[in-house]
């Protein structure tokens, strides 16, 4: 059954990033060295599992039947030989990319919903995920000149969203950060009423444009009727 629901091929495909053989610049090498983990149904979690290609993939996922797939870095090789590359000496066993990626939940928008709270979700409330959605996805496009994102549902109250252009992979830790700065007007705490913090005499270009193209609209037409 597994072998028919779960999209192998098309996995492998994407996390290949165009390396299968036919460009003379790709990399053999770049799909091996991609860390999965797999979470057994005992809570076992196997981390640094690595595939060759996607029937050694689609072979171990059908043995071992994980209950769920996480998928980590690129290292600079293959995660499974870590071991032996470190007794070599020079330690040369490091992460060198990964996506972009953003988590959204629900529950952080508590303050401003009145439905549900925590963990709940219902049709009242995830339109603030779509709103969520719009605004990251243009800022990301506008912005940061990023193509290839991937927004995924998260399985529970959320949802993630992959940036997978060359250029977003390779990003340091810190360029992460401060592109997640630069989306960051939330400066609340229990203790302060004042939840979002508009910095400067003026709006940010970015919230300017937000606020007329999709916030205002939003919250006249749907969130304040309903
Ligand atoms: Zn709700």
Not at 14 to 31: E, I
Not at 50 to 62: D, H, T, Y
Not at 129 to 138: E, G, H, P, R, Y
């Amino acid at each position: 059954m597994i072998g028919k629901l779960f999209p192998h091929a098309e996995i492998f495909k994407w996390m290949m990033y165009g390396n299968d053989g036919k460009h003379p610049a790709c990399d053999p090498s770049y799909f091996g060295r991609r860390e999965f983990s797999f979470t057994l149904d005992n809570d076992i979690y196997l981390r640094f599992q690595s595939f060759n290609n996607a029937a050694e993939l689609e072979s171990s996922i059908k043995e071992k039947c994980p209950f769920k797939i996480d998928i980590g870095p690129v290292y600079s090789v293959d995660p499974a030989k870590r071991h032996a590359y470190a007794q070599g000496g020079n330690n040369v066993f490091m992460p060198v990319e990964r996506e972009l990626v953003f988590d959204i939940d629900m529950s952080d928008y508590d303050d401003v919903r009145y439905c549900c709270s925590g963990a709940e979700v219902c049709l009242e409330c995830w339109p603030l995920m779509t709103i969520a959605i719009k605004v990251m996805d243009i800022a990301l496009r506008d912005d940061f000149g990023f193509n290839h994102i991937l927004w995924v549902y998260s399985g529970r109250r959320g949802v993630h969203c992959w940036v997978c252009d060359g250029r977003a992979r390779r990003l340091t830790n810190e360029q992460r950060a401060a592109i997640a700065d630069y989306f960051r007007v939330y400066k609340g705490n229990e203790n302060s009423n004042k939840k979002v913090s508009l910095m400067g005499p003026a709006l940010h270009p970015l919230l300017a444009r937000l606020y007329t193209d999709v916030l205002k609209v939003f919250f006249e037409e749907k969130l304040l009727g309903g």
